[in-house]
């Protein structure tokens, strides 16, 4: 904690003692339909004190913009052109932001395994971004009600795995996020038109690993539930203790974090802290605005309470696509994640496959196709695990997640929506017996957030 502390006095001073001449202030991002700290664009190409403060989008004008935006968790990117819809308005040199995303949902599973349950899935972001001399300052917090919303420390999604509920493996059912996901504070510096040095650092946070994690990327806005990948994709969206610093050149990133590896245990209101004692590194493409992608890897020292004395290696994969059009865009997202414990050379594989489309305005139409690697963990359930038990690869699991859901305007600024979702199952032969040939699962769901500006 006494490091984390002392990165965030070390960006302060950065950020105090930054040149603050006129040249740099006049080559300082200024993004349409926004008003970005330092501007120098006219009075009439800038939206209003009063527009400001409605619902708006962000449109970064290329990759460094939008990484100067940090519209995502932690320092991952999408592609420039993904909408971001979020509230904001501007006080004194600061401008004020608010992004989030609620589900009401009701799911209900098929086989001896499933369950039915009325939960909450939310987060809400709150941002404050101001210019300090050449750079942007930006603090940004996350925050969940989930451990109030999610009863019973967990809800039913079929062959999920990963942390515990009361001392016990879960197993066929998801986590639910920290209160506090993220506390982050972030400096960008820009060194002449393509080059840009940022430095991250968060008590609770997102290292530079993976791409942007389930609950934030466009291509998986409007699905309801976790991936069954999570564990092997982007867990380490809520790390603690977390110091991130990135170069940027044109259309390039390179990114290097330490964290603390220890997954957040089950008491999810508090934050805990560790040595940092783990380490990853990110490298990220954009090769045009509708387009990212990334490769990392990453050594996790005992992120699993279960198994303490395991550590991981971590590799991730992923390509971006977003296709804006007339009244509604195309976010998809393909996905590889890698873990592999070093105590018993077991590895552990998943692929995803998202997409979704927003048309008309208002409608949504998306898809998750997922094959994930599942352990011999799921065989005990949610029992304690038998002395000497080894956790090994027993089969891949395939989900298949189709879903629907229009938005409805009844509150000044908010998007609400009403949809449905089904996924249909295919279970490994170890895992038949248990589950059946063909589970299933639906979910009926009330989503609120913040509104998209329109002609976005």
């Known amino acids: 904690m006494n490091r984390v502390l002392c990165a965030v006095l070390s960006i302060c001073v950065l950020a105090a003692i930054a040149p603050a001449n006129a040249t740099a202030q006049q080559n300082s991002p200024c993004m349409p339909g926004m008003q970005m700290p330092g501007c120098t664009e006219s009075p009439t190409s800038q939206p209003s004190q009063k527009q400001s403060a409605a619902p708006m989008v962000m449109n970064p004008g290329n990759f460094i913009d939008s990484i100067i935006a940090h519209t995502s968790s932690g320092t991952s990117a999408e592609p420039v052109s993904t909408p971001t819809p979020m509230l904001m308005t501007t006080k004194g040199p600061w401008m004020l932001m608010f992004h989030a995303n609620a589900f009401l ?148 990133r390179i990114e290097a974090s330490g964290f603390h590896g220890r997954e957040p245990d089950e008491h999810r209101w508090k934050i805990s802290q560790g040595a940092i004692d783990s380490w990853s590194t990110r490298l990220t493409i954009e090769p045009g605005k509708n387009w990212s992608a990334q490769y990392s890897y990453a050594h996790i020292t005992s992120p699993e309470a279960l198994f303490a004395a395991e550590d991981q290696n971590r590799m991730t994969a992923s390509l971006m696509y977003n296709r804006p059009f007339h009244a509604g865009n195309w976010a998809s997202t393909l996905l590889w994640g890698r873990t592999s414990s070093l105590q018993e050379d077991s590895v552990f594989n998943s692929y995803l496959l998202e997409s979704t489309v927003r048309f008309h305005r208002s409608n949504y139409v998306w898809t998750r196709v997922e094959n994930a690697e599942r352990s011999s963990e799921l065989l005990v359930g949610e029992n304690p695990l038998p002395s000497g038990f080894e956790e090994r690869p027993i089969g891949r699991v395939g989900a298949y997640t189709v879903g629907y859901d229009r938005e409805v305007h009844w509150m000044p600024h908010l998007a609400s929506a009403v949809g449905v979702q089904f996924t249909a199952y295919g279970a490994p032969n170890a895992l038949k017996p248990i589950y059946g040939t063909s589970p299933w699962g639906v979910a009926v769901f009330f989503r609120i957030r913040p509104a998209r500006a329109e002609g976005h």
């Not at 062959?159 to 400096?187: C, K, R, S, W």
């Open 105 to 252: 949902v009701e799911q209900q599973q098929t086989s001896a395994r499933g369950g039915d349950k009325f939960f909450s899935a939310n987060w809400f972001m709150p941002m404050a971004q101001r210019k300090i001399g050449a750079g942007f300052l930006m603090l940004r917090g996350m925050f969940s009600l989930e451990p109030a919303t999610v009863t019973g420390r967990r809800y039913p999604l079929l062959f999920q795995q990963g942390e515990t509920a009361y001392g016990l493996p879960i197993a066929d059912g998801q986590h639910p996020h920290n209160f506090f996901m993220e506390l982050a504070v972030l400096y960008d510096l820009r060194l002449g038109k393509n080059t840009l040095i940022s430095a991250y650092v968060a008590p609770v946070g997102d290292p530079a690993l993976g791409p942007t994690a389930f609950p934030h990327r466009a291509s998986a806005f409007e699905d309801a539930l976790a991936t069954l990948g999570h564990h092997q994709q982007d867990s380490t969206h809520i790390a603690d203790d977390v110091i991130t610093g990135g170069l940027t050149y044109r259309d390039v």
